[in-house]
């Protein structure tokens, strides 16, 4: 179950279809489906700050079909149609006036916040810079002594410049000095100035408020969970309802490896998806961030033919990376039977003999 | 046999196919791998019919599979004794299942065979002899077979099957 310290998700919880990706934009959903449902998926996005790596990735995360559906299955989430739902939200004024004006007003004053902080935050900079050069020669954390020009000559110079700043009588050593001289020498001068450019609009003059564009739909949109079960047998389009037909109570479609997906989910394994081993899923017996995969798992139907060379590739694969290779289906229910035991599913291991 | 059900490993391969299949597999098993006291098994435990195909039986000079955490136990036990050398283990009887590299098989007929097959090979009068015993890893994991696949160059290659999820040895 969930630690103490993971977030607490309100169930249900919209998963968001677009183009036939399930995807969770929520950080704390992600990090609550992976502690209490065991379900990791695969993040996807790219990192702003370094976008030309593809090893780490960040959010949104994309769920399988099959971890989409088993969690619809649960009762604990729901698919919402995301371009379905910003159209209907956004575009067939899905939002009331009043809604539309309260939203607009929010990001108006988003952007005045964010203007502001902006503002305070130079002038904070400013300020500090100002008491920094103010209160003595350690201005930028120098050695007092590498300010401090050590021999007399250039010493006199800077007596000099302090004294009366005479224009242009400096020589050639002097016009070295002055990198070093011209920040304490021009104190005086652009302490005023600056003091009188920034200190009065500030209080007297509204700030232009920043443009805020809005990255997320909910809010302004609030995503509503469908009528729940009532109207599942018939729901397998969407139901037309008026203002929730984004969200549906219809199961996602899952490949037909959802039985050996959600068996082997059951028996408490993490799976990812298998592409890097050529299997349709690793089954992993923890958290795939501590453990090894146990299992390459691919799933067949009970009378589906396959070639013994695949059995041999496939074994001889996964023992070489210290795994089994895992093939199940759903088992066909027996003539006599029907009905009285439903149909389980049967997994077989396979690992190199060794001989 | 039952010939109308086409689901049966026996409708893509001849009864006396199967049959030569298994003493082909028997031999490289007696002469390239120094397997002993093999046998061919036509029929299912306790009178549960026909096998779908002969299956063999035999004692292997070593032991073939050793469960993950039956090797954690073997470790521990051998740490306890002071020994650097691993433990010496008995050879268990297993089940070898003949197949051809050409065939196609299907999860139906992997589960048929096994449902027909007893979870150890029947002991014989040797293994009583020498007071064999078997071990509770044997009884307690799902059945295993070894799984022997024959190319047409005679080349065979043995899997050990699992009927069931069975973690992976730590090779």
């Known amino acids: ?355 | 046999m039952d010939d109308n059900a086409p689901s049966r490993a026996t409708a893509t391969v001849g009864t006396q196919v199967t049959a030569n299949l298994a003493l082909q597999i028997a031999h490289n098993l007696r002469f390239a791998h120094d397997w002993t006291e093999l046998r061919i098994h036509y029929e299912g435990f306790s009178g549960s019919g026909s096998l779908p195909r002969p299956v063999i039986s035999g004692l292997p000079p070593k032991r073939l599979y050793v469960h993950p955490d039956e090797q954690i136990e073997l470790l521990e036990k051998q740490r306890k004794q002071g020994s650097t050398k691993p433990l010496e283990l008995a050879p268990e009887r297993e089940w070898v299942l003949p197949s051809q590299l050409h065939e196609q098989w299907t999860l139906g007929r992997f589960a048929e065979v096994f449902d027909a097959l007893d979870a150890i090979p029947s002991v014989t009068s040797d293994d009583r002899a020498t007071g064999h015993v078997t071990s509770h890893w044997r009884t307690e994991q799902p059945k295993r077979l070894l799984l022997a696949t024959i190319d047409t160059d005679s080349t065979v290659v043995y899997y050990v099957l699992h009927n069931g999820i069975v973690k992976p040895r730590q090779n």
């Not at chain 1, 968001?16 to 990090?31: G, H, K, Q, S």
């Not at chain 1, 008491?131 to 007596?159: V, Y």
């Not at chain 1, 989910?265 to 146990?294: N, Q, V």
Request: aromatic share 8%; net charge positive.
């Open chain 1, 1 to 355: 179950m969930a630690n103490s310290d993971a977030p607490t998700v309100s169930e249900p919880f919209p998963i968001f279809e677009l183009a036939n990706r399930y995807l969770l934009y929520d950080v704390n959903t992600i990090t609550y489906i992976r502690a209490k449902y065991n379900i990791p998926g695969v993040l996807i996005g790219g990192l702003p700050q370094a976008p030309q790596q593809n090893v780490f990735s960040g959010i949104p995360l994309e769920l399988m079909p099959e971890e989409a559906r088993l969690l619809c299955e649960k009762g604990v989430a729901y698919v919402v149609d995301d371009a379905r739902a910003h159209k209907q939200g956004f575009l067939d004024r899905g939002l009331s006036v009043e809604e539309r004006k309260r939203f607009a007003e929010s990001l108006r004053k988003q952007g005045q916040a964010a203007a502001s902080k902006v503002k305070e935050k130079a002038e904070d900079k400013k300020q500090t810079a100002l008491r920094q050069i103010a209160s003595g020669g350690d201005w930028n954390d120098l050695p007092e002594d590498m300010l401090k020009p050590p021999s007399r000559p250039t010493s006199r110079a800077a007596n000099k410049k302090k004294a009366g700043r005479p224009p242009l009588e400096t020589g050639g050593l002097d016009e070295d000095e002055s990198l070093f001289a011209s920040p304490m020498n021009s104190f005086p001068k652009p302490a005023p100035t600056s003091g009188s450019r920034v200190n009065p609009p500030a209080p007297s003059r509204g700030l232009e408020p920043h443009t805020v564009t809005p990255t997320t739909s909910y809010p302004p949109l609030t995503a509503a969970p469908p009528p729940l079960q009532s109207s599942l047998s018939t729901s397998r389009h969407y139901s037309l309802g008026v203002d929730n037909s984004a969200a549906s109570a219809r199961l996602p479609e899952a490949p037909s490896s959802y039985p050996l997906y959600k068996d082997l989910h059951e028996k408490g394994y993490f799976i990812l998806p298998g592409i890097r081993f050529g299997c349709k899923y690793m089954a992993y017996p923890g958290d795939t961030l501590r453990f090894h995969s146990h299992f390459l798992c691919n799933s067949k139907e009970w009378d589906e033919e396959f070639d013994m060379l695949d059995l041999v590739a496939g074994g001889r694969l996964a023992t070489s990376v210290k795994k089994g290779w895992l093939m199940g289906g759903m088992e066909r229910p027996s003539k006599g039977g029907a009905g009285l035991n439903k149909p389980k599913v049967r997994s077989f291991t396979i690992e190199w003999g060794g001989m």
